[in-house]
């Protein structure tokens, strides 16, 4: 007898995006599955609240505002601070949060000194991390927030056989055998384009296999300032300003969202020239770039990738 599957879908506009939380459930379960993606959906929103910049009563805010050197955080912003902290090493100080003055001087033009990345250090005390750094250090976890966001929530969810949690891009799929999704990689030329490609992300052999897919590039959040000069969000901590890079949109499959996250950004602010090599050393199964040229490069093997 065949089973006939649906996809529940709850999305609401969250962290300046959307995020939208999926199941796949049988005709039995649909309540259920419905009931499931918004918890989930609704948690993402509860997390995102304690690490949002733009809320002076939020865990980051009211650490980025302390005059204290070492800060005990709680334990959302001390699991994202203890990935970010990763990060920054996995990828030499590319990748790095304690960006938010430059992020902020690049909506303006103004300068800003980038802030080192062994300005700071966490540390796990049970439950709690301490957060220590020289002053000034204000972080901002964009970004590497929704990563981490879409990886924990679509931990609440192992118990469905097909999921994707999708937080404003950053996107964890987790899928059992015989379940496979498809996930378009958008022309950031055209909000009507085809896509780049299309990929088909396929579930384990006798276990669950878990996917993160992010996309980071210069062709959103841009702000043209006097005299034409135009400036994005992705910064460069080498220069402290908008990275110069070739590089409009990479795309990256990944072990997780979070790792696809800090991945995509990287390989923009390398650039062409440098981020296919990364990419290949890295934890990136597979990517897609969109170069200023208009080409489109790839890690070797994206065939198998292609739906």
């Known amino acids: 007898m065949d089973i006939q599957l649906d996809v529940l879908t709850w999305s609401a506009p969250q962290m300046g ?29 509860a997390w995102a609240g304690r690490l949002t910049r733009f809320d002076e009563r939020s865990d980051l805010c009211l650490l980025n505002a302390s005059a204290e050197a070492t800060v005990a ?11 970010a902290a990763t990060a920054c090493e996995r990828t030499v100080g590319i990748v790095d949060p304690t960006l938010l003055a430059a992020r902020l001087a690049a909506e303006t033009g103004s300068a800003a000194e980038s802030t080192s990345a062994r300005a700071w250090s966490v540390k796990s005390v049970g439950r709690t991390v301490l957060v220590n750094r020289k002053q000034p250090t204000r972080f901002d976890l964009d970004g590497i927030a929704k990563g981490c966001l879409a990886d924990r929530a679509a931990d609440l969810l192992s118990e469905w056989s097909a999921v994707s949690v999708d ?20 022309d950031p030329r055209s909000a009507t384009a085809a896509p780049l490609a299309t990929l088909r992300l396929t579930g384990g052999g006798s276990w669950s296999r878990t996917y993160g897919v992010a996309t980071s590039g210069t062709s959103v959040h841009r702000w043209q300032l006097d005299g034409g000069r135009a400036t994005h969000h992705i910064i460069d901590p080498r220069t402290g300003r908008s990275a110069l890079t070739d590089i409009v949109q990479a795309t990256v499959v990944a072990p997780s969202a979070r790792e696809a996250e800090v991945l995509a950004k990287a390989a923009v602010i390398h650039g062409s020239t440098d981020a296919l090599e990364f990419l290949d050393r890295s934890a990136a199964l597979t990517a ?9 490069a790839a890690l070797p093997g994206i065939e198998r990738w292609l739906a």
Not at 167 to 186: F, K, N, Q, S, T
Request: with cysteine; net charge neutral.
């Open 167 to 186: 937080a404003d891009g950053d996107i964890c799929v987790r899928l059992d055998a015989g379940m496979e999704w498809l996930i378009d990689v958008a």
């Open 73 to 83: 955080v709680r334990p959302t912003l001390g699991a994202t601070l203890t990935w």
């Open 288 to 296: 897609v770039l969109m170069l200023e040229s208009g080409d489109v």
């Open 17 to 45: 995006g959307r995020t939208q939380v999926q199941i796949v459930a049988d005709q039995h379960r649909r309540a259920a599955a419905g009931v499931a993606a918004r918890r989930a959906g609704q948690r993402i929103g």
